[in-house]
């Protein structure tokens, strides 16, 4: 008899989530150390009442909002369980038999896994030596055969941010046929100038496709609600993807009330940014060439001794994300979480 199972799943890295341990320090999995923003616990509150009732098929209020904040008509906005969920419907949406996905490497860990499940194949292009998408070999890369050139800005594990200069060159480099997929999950915590906001600048392009998510600045990782911006048949096609009440009722009227607290949350961004800017000036005490942020994370290139160093911290009861012969992703917390996370840094180092 034989299996019905598909081959090639077995060769998908699984996803691998940050630790959690009891009365850890837990800086491994990016999220913002503030609780929930203002009026986010009474919106699902309220909701819990009605949750013997399916959610709105169509997310039409939150869908209508981002519409609104984003200058778009609401037919261009697709929302899902996270930017994550959405990333492989787009994969499932454009896969065809020999097509090809080109992104780089290392960076976000689902993307290989979403490729594979779609039936795309991998096209992984290296990081330069200073942990930045490597854009002329990323184009290099494009055959007659990619369907999508996948961005991630700023770029998960890493931290630098792609600028408009390399953007705008990628744009006019692929043909209209080839998605540009920005994943801009990080995009709240850019400050660097150079360093464009996707939506506002290349949503008239009949190519380019934006990812964004309530999972991080927003403080709704807990909670799964991601969105995407594209042309109106890209956003139908992968509409039809979509798993029906993806998003669910509470999810949906904490995004809304997460919104209309815009404030705390720019307030809140800009503790993570100022307190990262201090970290990685310490953190390059140790080890000189972390490279530059603009997330809400940075990262330790220690090669063969990441998870020598991952280990070392859970030993001090902090947890960081180690990606074996790489280096190590260090969430920015609370100051005294940072503190710690230097004093094991130096400590690792000087031993």
């Not at 999220?31 to 929930?36: I, K, L, S």
């Not at 404030?263 to 970290?279: C, D, F, H, N």
Request: aromatic share 6%.
């Amino acid at each position: 008899m034989s299996d019905p199972l598909r081959e090639d799943l077995a060769s998908i890295p699984r996803y691998v989530p940050g630790k959690a341990i009891p009365d850890a320090v837990k800086i491994s999995s990016n999220e913002v150390p503030y609780g929930p923003l203002p009026g986010v616990v009474e919106a699902i509150t309220e909701a819990a009442e009605n949750v013997h009732r399916y959610p709105d098929l169509g997310v039409v209020e939150l869908r209508g909002v981002l519409a609104e904040r984003l200058g778009l008509p609401v037919e261009r906005i697709v929302t899902g369980t996270g930017s994550v969920a959405l990333i492989g419907h787009l994969m499932q949406a454009i896969a065809r038999p020999g097509s090809e996905v080109v992104y780089s490497w290392r960076s976000f860990e689902a993307y290989p896994i979403a490729a594979t499940v779609a039936g795309l194949k991998s096209v992984q292009v290296p990081n330069t030596p200073d942990h930045r998408h490597d854009i002329d070999a990323m184009l290099a890369a494009v055959t007659p055969a990619t369907r999508a050139i996948v961005i991630c800005s700023p770029n998960n594990p890493t931290g630098p941010a792609v600028t408009a200069d390399e953007l705008d060159r990628v744009f006019a480099a692929v043909p209209e046929d080839v998605l540009v997929v920005i994943d801009e999950a990080y995009r709240e915590f850019v400050t660097d100038p150079a360093c464009p906001n996707a939506v506002e600048r290349y949503a008239s392009r009949r190519n380019a496709v934006v990812f964004r998510t309530f999972s991080k600045a927003w403080g709704l990782a807990g909670l799964r609600v991601g969105y995407m911006v594209a042309r109106p048949d890209v956003a139908d096609a992968v509409s039809r993807c979509v798993i029906p009440f993806a998003v669910n009722t509470a999810a949906q009227r904490a995004a809304l009330a997460a919104l209309r607290a815009e404030g705390e949350m720019r307030r809140r961004v800009a503790l993570v940014t100022s307190e990262r800017k201090r970290t990685v000036t310490a953190a390059r005490e140790f080890v000189p060439d972390v490279p530059d942020t603009q997330a809400n994370f940075f990262w330790l290139p220690l090669g063969e001794r990441a998870v020598e160093f991952a280990a070392h911290c859970e030993a001090r009861s902090i947890l960081v994300r180690p990606f074996a012969g790489d280096g190590v992703r260090v969430t920015i917390g609370l100051p005294e979480e940072n503190d710690a996370v230097l004093e094991a840094l130096r400590a690792f180092i000087e031993a």
